[in-house]
């Protein structure tokens, strides 16, 4: 999966979840002050997002996440090591 990808999928989710324009979802918006994602919304997200990985997800992992860039590279780093183990 490319970082386009898990963008578009983030995107969806923010989208359709929580509302949230498209034209307002870009690499760089920051999920608090720009999307108004508080912390549960951000944990709400996170479940939405687990589908994607073939492992559990643990929310230190996001701890550092600050922009929809942040997620898709967390998420990318997530899928890699769990493709990688499996492969």
């Known amino acids: ?5 898990i963008f578009a999928r983030v995107s969806a989710v923010l989208q359709d979840s929580f ?3 498209a034209e307002r979802i870009r690499p760089e918006a920051r ?3 720009d999307l108004d994602i508080d912390s549960i919304d951000a944990v709400d997200l996170l479940v939405k ?3 994607m990985l073939d492992k559990p997800l ?9 922009t929809v860039q942040d997620v898709v590279q967390a998420l990318a780093l ?10």
């Not at 999966?1 to 990808?5: A, E, N, P, S």
């Not at 929310?59 to 600050?66: A, G, L, M, W």
């Not at 899928?79 to 492969?87: E, K, Q, R, V, W």
């Open 1 to 5: 999966m490319t970082h386009d990808d």
């Open 19 to 21: 509302e949230i324009e």
């Open 31 to 33: 999920l608090y002050e």
């Open 49 to 51: 997002l687990k589908p």
């Open 58 to 66: 643990k929310p230190e992992q996001f701890k550092s996440v600050r």
């Open 78 to 87: 997530l899928i890699d090591s769990g493709s990688a183990a499996t492969a």
